[in-house]
């Protein structure tokens, strides 16, 4: 039966109760490059995780960059343990669509891949990302530290000013401490090199950081 996306997060009362252990197995190894994506960060690189609607093109935008050791995709900063695909699309965990960063911060710096978060999708729209519609498409950083988050919160006050001199709304990007973290199914991580003509909703406001 059809049920209206959730537009607010629910409380975890009325979250799903999800499940003690994963509901499936993700093969690591990353598609493109044969890098771990699993597990710990590795020692010597730096972990960030950004929501910026659907993961497929989010992911793609980061693989990308030098300095990026590896990446990934999952759910975070919800309520429900191991959740599913289906259970995060149905509003119901209140979890995001995450990329999750391993990054070599000597190579890349915070600040610049945040640049590239700010301008590669629309922190304006609340709980969508265009016609991506529900709460697991919000705009979100999580971050390790106090300091990671004040880098996070000088970016964001900046593209603000940047967007508000284009007419544009305010900024709804939430801006946490590091969340649990639950890899996606195998199938969507680095889909975008598995399927290259699969969906990319992918969209900035065309309003450039500097």
């Known amino acids: 039966m059809w049920r209206p996306k959730l537009m607010s997060i629910p409380s975890a009362e009325q979250a799903l109760p999800g499940r003690s252990q994963p509901a499936y197995v993700v093969n690591d190894g990353h598609y493109v490059h044969g890098r771990p994506f699993l597990g710990e960060c590795p020692q010597g690189l730096a972990q960030l995780m950004v929501g910026m609607g659907c993961f497929w093109g989010a992911e793609r935008r980061f693989w990308m960059i030098e300095g990026v050791y590896s990446t990934s995709v999952g759910y975070g900063a919800g309520h429900t343990p191991n959740p599913t695909y289906e259970e995060v699309c149905s509003g119901l965990t209140g979890h995001n669509e995450l990329v999750r960063i391993w990054y070599n911060p000597a190579e890349v710096t915070l600040e610049t891949l945040l640049q590239v978060f700010w301008q590669s999708h629309d922190p304006t729209q609340g709980m969508r990302q265009g016609n991506d519609i529900g709460t697991q498409y919000r705009s979100?950083?999580?971050?390790?530290?106090?300091?990671?988050?004040?880098?996070?919160?000088?970016?964001?006050?900046?593209?603000?000013?940047?967007?508000?001199?284009?007419?544009?709304?305010?900024?709804?990007?939430?801006?946490?401490?590091?969340?649990?973290?639950?890899?996606?199914?195998?199938?969507?991580?680095?889909?975008?090199?598995?399927?290259?003509?699969?969906?990319?909703?992918?969209?900035?406001?065309?309003v450039p950081y500097l």
């Open 140 to 206: 979100g950083i999580y971050l390790a530290d106090a300091a990671e988050r004040q880098i996070a919160e000088q970016t964001r006050d900046h593209y603000q000013h940047q967007l508000s001199k284009a007419g544009l709304a305010d900024i709804t990007t939430e801006i946490l401490p590091a969340c649990v973290y639950y890899p996606a199914e195998t199938y969507h991580q680095q889909y975008l090199a598995k399927n290259p003509n699969g969906y990319c909703g992918l969209g900035g406001c065309s």
